[in-house]
């Protein structure tokens, strides 16, 4: 968040607004960079491959499909773009990401005793679980412009390096006389902690004058590594965001 009070505060020393009907479209000359900062919420979820032969792999698969569902992500950091001409450049940077799934919210039922001694088969509680992935991610994505004017159209492709920080599994357990319970814990399992992810996007930008820009790009991820490494399931997390970022030549 503190990248976003950041790209606010920039915002407000930037030109009056009013005056950007005479100022020029952003026209980046070749071998020119642009330095920002980007903050990209999104939904991620996974894939499921069975890498194995055995019969077990579809039936773990099906029950996982039944219970798990995505989950709210997020990245920020510094993005830098390096212009080959007018319209094509490539773009890398340094992210922060924070992703994920998360199991579907279920009900539990236990015997417990009441205030009398007796056991009350009733007693329930909604659990609510999900699983982490905090990890940096270095992107190297090629992009076209279209059209170079106030609105800007591109598209680009490329792949992303990314270094697993942490994995947590966190839980939340709400009884039903309202008392809750929480907690995450370091999941530990065996995890690669360098993997591969394919990039996608297709955006439209913004010039508030000749060097700075707005940018706001849809997102396609998807890891080409699978996370766990000596299971039987394998999963490759992908993900869908929208990155938005403030970019200035220099």
């Known amino acids: 968040m503190k990248f976003l009070f950041t790209l606010i505060a920039i915002f407000n020393f930037l030109p009056l607004f009013s005056q950007q009907d005479q100022l020029p479209p952003t026209l980046l000359k070749p071998k020119r960079f642009e330095l920002g900062i980007v903050i990209a919420p999104g939904i991620t979820y996974r894939t499921l491959i069975n890498h194995d032969t055995s019969s077990a792999g579809p039936a773990i698969i099906g029950v996982r499909n039944d ?10 950091g510094i993005s830098l773009r390096y212009a080959f001409s007018e319209k094509a450049g490539l773009t890398t940077g340094i992210y922060y990401a924070h992703r994920g799934f998360r199991q579907k919210s279920r009900n539990a039922f236990w015997p417990s005793r009441d205030t009398t001694g007796i056991f009350d088969p009733t007693s329930s509680s909604t659990v609510k679980s999900s699983y982490n992935f905090s990890s940096i991610e270095i992107p190297f994505l090629l992009d076209y412009t279209f059209h170079k004017a106030k609105f800007s159209y591109s598209v680009g492709i490329g792949g992303s390096c990314n270094y697993l920080l942490r994995a947590t599994f966190s839980y939340k357990i709400t009884e039903d006389n309202g008392q809750i ?11 690669h902690y360098i993997n591969v992810s394919m990039l996608l996007k297709a955006g439209v930008s913004y010039s508030l004058n000749e060097k700075s820009s707005i940018h706001v790009d849809p997102t396609f991820q998807y890891d080409m590594t699978p ?4 299971v039987l399931v394998k999963e490759h997390l992908l993900n869908f965001g929208l990155h938005i970022g403030y970019l200035r030549a220099l």
Request: net charge neutral; proline share 8%; aromatic share 12%.
């Open 181 to 191: 319970q929480q907690a995450t814990s370091t999941d530990n399992g065996p995890y």
């Open 67 to 76: 219970i798990e569902k995505p989950k709210v992500s997020y990245k920020t």
């Open 227 to 230: 996370w766990l490494d000596s």
